[in-house]
């Protein structure tokens, strides 16, 4: 089973629609992280969080909302969906001690398309 | 934190030595040399980072000179499965919020 798993992995829906995108983790790493990418560039920060009740806004938070529901999952919400928020999106766990080989684990993306 | 300039892609030759250039001559002195790849539209996969000493691990090695004002990424045998976007991030140790990831380099390995 991945370590990072993002729910769904694709979905089209239209301008206006509320949109959920879910990250579960398994790595019980405490701080979770959503990113966005658009064709040819690198990932942009949404959102991070450093525990369940920590919440902090990234670089482009604006019209993007988020849920730490628990330790293990970290949900972000489109609101109303526009067209431009058509990008991949990725989820991303760290440990903050940085013990394991692998400091930093991303999900496997989840592609929106939004008509 | 410092930003990075990469060259947006390179060529190597399969079961020869990737080199993948970096340079950061704004970095503070606490600032540390991460790199990523990301295989087509798959995750990014974290690969070594460093402060000022070279590292190495399973994947590769990361050379940092003196100065710190630029590094290499050397994958010393690139096979076809290394072809990916490579990203050199600095940041402070662990600051994953704050790492830009840039456009990277594109490196293609081939046959």
């Known amino acids: 089973d991945a370590d990072v798993t993002q729910t769904p992995r694709n979905r089209i829906t239209k301008t206006g629609k509320r949109i959920m995108l879910e990250c579960s983790q398994t790595?019980?790493?405490?701080?979770m992280y959503w990113y966005r990418q658009d064709p040819g560039l690198g990932l942009r920060l949404i959102y991070y969080?450093?525990?369940?009740?920590?919440?902090n806004k990234g670089e482009i938070s604006d019209g993007y909302s988020v849920s730490r529901q628990a330790q293990a999952k970290f949900s972000l919400s489109l609101e109303s969906a526009i067209p431009n928020q058509t990008a991949l999106y990725f989820c991303?766990?760290?440990?903050?001690?940085?013990?394991?080989?692998?400091?930093?684990?991303f999900g496997d993306g989840t592609r929106l398309s939004i008509l | 934190d410092a930003k990075t300039t990469q060259p947006p892609s390179m060529d190597c030759a399969e079961g020869r030595a990737a080199n993948l250039p970096c340079n950061h001559s704004?970095?503070?002195?606490?600032?540390?040399v991460y790199w990523y790849r990301q295989i087509h539209s798959q995750g990014p996969q974290y690969i070594i980072h460093?402060?000022?000493n070279n590292e190495t691990n399973e994947m590769a090695s990361l050379i940092i000179t003196e100065d710190r004002k630029s590094s290499t990424l050397i994958l010393p045998h690139a096979t076809l499965r290394d072809t990916a976007v490579y990203y050199c991030?600095?940041?402070?140790?662990?600051?994953?919020?704050?790492?830009?990831f840039g456009s990277g380099t594109k490196l293609n390995v081939k046959p």
């Open positions: 790595k019980g790493h405490d701080r």
């Open positions: 991030i600095v940041s402070q140790i662990y600051n994953f919020n704050k790492f830009y």
């Open positions: 460093g402060l000022k």
């Open positions: 969080s450093f525990d369940v009740k920590d919440i």
């Open positions: 704004t970095i503070s002195g606490n600032e540390y």
């Open positions: 991303a766990t760290s440990d903050p001690d940085g013990t394991s080989n692998q400091p930093q684990h």
